[in-house]
C-alpha cells in the first residue's frame, strides 16, 4: 500500500526489500514464545518433563501473511523446530489473550507482555537459540511530498 501511495506511513518491523520506500529506525523488538506456567506444568505432567513444548503443545502464531510471522518461520527451519500443532491468529494482541488464559504456547514480541512477564501472568519459555532481534520504524513512499518533510518534523527526525 506505501509503494502505491495508498498509505502514508506505516511503524513496522523493517522489510527485507524496501524498493523506493525509506526506512526510519526506531526501536529493536524480541521475539520470543511465553505461556502461563499452569499450561506448561499440565503439559509437563501429561507429556514428562522432557517433553519438546514444539512437538507437543500448541503453538500459536501470527498468519503466514505477516513479516513476523515470516522471522520466526525462518528461524524454526534454523533450527530444525517443527511445531505440529499450530493455532494460528491474524493479530498479536488476540495470540497474547489466547497465551493468558492458557491455550498454549504464543510467539510474541516480548516488549508487548512486558507486565505480564514481569508479574508473572506469563513466563518465558528458554530457547537453547535465541530468535534474532529485528529493527522496528517507519517506512514511508519518498516520493509523496509535502507529506515527508511534514511528518518528518513531527517524528524529529529531519
Request: net charge negative; with cysteine; hydrophobic share 40%.
Amino acid at each position: 500500500m506505501l509503494e502505491q501511495q495508498q498509505l502514508d506511513i506505516g511503524l513496522v518491523a523493517e522489510p527485507k526489500s524496501r524498493r523506493n520506500l525509506k526506512f526510519l529506525p526506531v526501536m529493536q523488538i524480541n521475539d520470543g514464545f511465553v505461556c502461563t506456567k499452569s499450561y506448561l506444568e499440565n503439559l509437563f505432567l501429561r507429556e514428562g518433563r522432557d517433553t519438546d513444548i514444539f512437538s507437543e503443545g500448541t503453538v500459536m502464531l501470527l498468519d503466514r501473511n505477516n513479516m513476523s510471522r515470516a522471522h520466526v518461520d525462518a528461524w524454526f527451519a534454523e533450527n530444525n523446530v517443527e511445531p505440529r500443532h499450530i493455532l494460528e491468529a491474524t493479530t498479536m494482541d488476540l495470540i497474547i489473550e489466547f497465551a493468558k488464559i492458557g491455550i498454549g504456547v504464543s510467539c510474541v514480541v516480548k516488549q508487548f507482555v512486558k507486565n505480564e512477564l514481569s508479574n508473572g501472568s506469563l513466563i518465558e519459555i528458554n530457547l537453547p537459540n535465541a530468535i534474532p532481534p529485528r529493527e522496528t520504524g517507519f517506512l514511508y513512499n519518498q516520493n509523496i511530498q509535502p507529506f515527508n518533510d511534514n511528518i518528518l518534523r513531527l517524528i524529529n527526525i529531519n
